[in-house]
């Protein structure tokens, strides 16, 4: 790493996520960046530039042109505002470009925002929006679905490591464990090992239970040079690491679909950068827009050896009484998957920990975690290490 | 006539609206004899993880296979 600047997080904030008829895009945007102002105790003036993390926004909504449109609300008119795209890894990539506009010391203080409105739509609609993150003239085209590139992925992953439909179900039930006791999640519930097994089959071995939520929601956090941080009212976290890396879109170009390689190249150079290994981190927000994808994330990054990933969730590796707790904020399966949003979502879930804020979900070992965001079936992944003194 | 050997497959029953017609149908990924991988949509009989398929026809862009003994 070269000599960049010490970057930490000041402020914090995010909407509940759900279905809300009487909340568009911008006000949803503008809830979240108000409550990471408000976090900070920073005045919109205090913000140099503005960085948002939004999906298919035009496609949901027939808005474009979203980043004024959203800075302008928020009383930041005049500073730079631009809209990131990176299918569900949008807030992420926007989060990387904002960490680093501030390391590099172009800027002192920066917001990123995510945010995305989906219920407005009906799910057919929906499913074809986010098919958009696919490879639209081939695998698209041939009926592939979201949820159905990551069946084949746990088609796959199940023949090759024997992992079991009970491993994938075992997921769902613990995020939804962890969700049940989230106030902002969309789905506070529990679920049984039985349900998951047997919910309405979406994309074999897939059922309802394997896959998140259509929501609507924002988050935003607000970035400063370290050695400013103490101007701010929020305890500071420390951004340790963070890296983005890419792959092919389509998933048939992949040699081997059971394995993200642009997650494992961002976590080898976030790990790098933060000068630490898996086995220190203390709890991660996995990616889990489906509960496969958040049993490959943890084999990726280290925390269990690969192909272990379902058994270890099995188990109880990854509940909160577990040796390495996975979505403590009970994941996209129970939070919600606002796409654009998920992103800086799940930084402000770490960040929640790491100031011991969590509540009822709060961990015991709290001073070191990461986040992992992914995008379309894993042609975008953002890692970020966060931590605190 | 493309044959190959089933990589991955699933049955998909939530749809856009243009395939809406179709579901319940089957998406697989086939690793084609000579090297590369091809998604596709399976025709006929249901095929697992190693099954043999060949090309049957292609519509609109869009390969179909079937499984072969």
Same mark, same amino acid.
């Given at each position: 790493m070269r000599d960049f600047r010490q970057v930490a997080i000041v402020g914090a904030g995010k909407t509940a996520f759900g279905a809300f008829d009487g909340k568009d895009l911008r006000t949803l945007a503008v809830e979240a960046g108000r409550k990471a102002l408000a976090n900070a105790n920073a005045a919109p003036e205090a913000i140099e530039s503005f960085y948002l993390g939004n999906f298919a926004g035009p496609e949901f909504t027939g808005q474009n042109h979203l980043a004024p449109y959203i800075s302008t609300a928020l009383g930041m008119a005049g500073i730079p505002s631009t809209r990131y795209e990176a299918a569900c890894a949008s807030s992420g990539a926007a989060f990387f470009q904002a960490f680093f506009a501030v390391a590099s010391g172009v800027y002192d203080v920066v917001m990123v925002a995510g945010v995305e409105k989906m219920t407005c739509q009906p799910t057919p609609r929906v499913t074809e929006i986010l098919a958009g993150a696919g490879d639209?003239?081939?695998?698209?085209?041939?009926?592939?679905?979201?949820?159905?590139?990551?069946?084949?992925?746990?088609?796959?992953?199940?023949?090759?490591?024997?992992?079991?439909?009970?491993?994938?179900?075992?997921?769902?039930?613990?995020?939804?464990?962890?969700?049940?006791?989230?106030?902002?999640?969309?789905?506070?519930?529990?679920?049984?090992?039985?349900?998951?097994?047997?919910?309405?089959?979406?994309?074999?071995?897939?059922?309802?239970?394997?896959?998140?939520?259509?929501?609507?929601?924002?988050?935003?956090?607000?970035?400063?040079?370290?050695?400013?941080?103490?101007?701010?009212?929020?305890k500071p976290v420390k951004v340790l690491g963070v890296a983005q890396a890419s792959d092919f879109v389509a998933l048939d170009r992949k040699p081997d679909i059971t394995t993200f390689p642009a997650l494992r190249a961002a976590a080898r150079k976030a790990y790098a950068m933060a000068g630490v290994g898996p086995k220190d981190i203390q709890f991660a927000e996995l990616h889990d827009c489906f509960t496969i994808a958040e049993i490959v994330a943890m084999e990726d990054l280290g925390f269990i050896e690969r192909g272990r990933g379902g058994f270890f969730s099995f188990e109880g590796g990854t509940r909160r009484d577990g040796p390495m707790p996975i979505n403590a904020s009970g994941g996209l399966k129970s939070k919600g998957h606002p796409v654009g949003a998920t992103g800086a979502a799940q930084i402000c879930d770490v960040v929640q920990q790491l100031r011991a804020e969590a509540g009822d979900r709060q961990l015991a070992r709290h001073s070191l975690g990461l986040a992992q965001n992914l995008g379309g079936s894993g042609a975008t992944c953002v890692v970020t290490i966060l931590g605190v003194d | 006539m493309r044959r190959g050997t089933v990589y991955t497959e699933t049955v998909v029953y939530l749809a856009p609206e243009r395939f809406a017609a179709d579901v319940p149908y089957q998406v697989a990924i086939v690793a084609l004899d000579g090297g590369d991988?091809?998604?596709?949509?399976? !025709?006929? =009989?249901?095929?697992?993880?190693?099954?043999?398929?060949? !090309?049957? =026809?292609s519509r609109d862009g869009v390969a179909y296979f079937r499984k072969t003994t």
């Open positions: 639209c003239a081939t695998e698209v085209n041939a009926g592939s679905t979201f949820p159905s590139l990551f069946a084949m992925i746990a088609r796959r992953h199940m023949h090759d490591f024997g992992t079991k439909r009970e491993h994938l179900a075992a997921v769902a039930v613990k995020n939804h464990s962890n969700g049940a006791l989230n106030p902002d999640a969309q789905m506070r519930k529990t679920i049984t090992l039985e349900q998951a097994m047997n919910g309405r089959p979406i994309a074999e071995p897939l059922t309802l239970y394997d896959c998140s939520l259509i929501s609507d929601g924002a988050a935003a956090v607000v970035l400063c040079a370290a050695d400013r941080a103490r101007e701010f009212g929020a | 991988k091809l998604t596709v949509r399976i !025709e006929g =009989e249901r095929v697992s993880i190693d099954d043999r398929v060949a !090309e049957a =026809e």
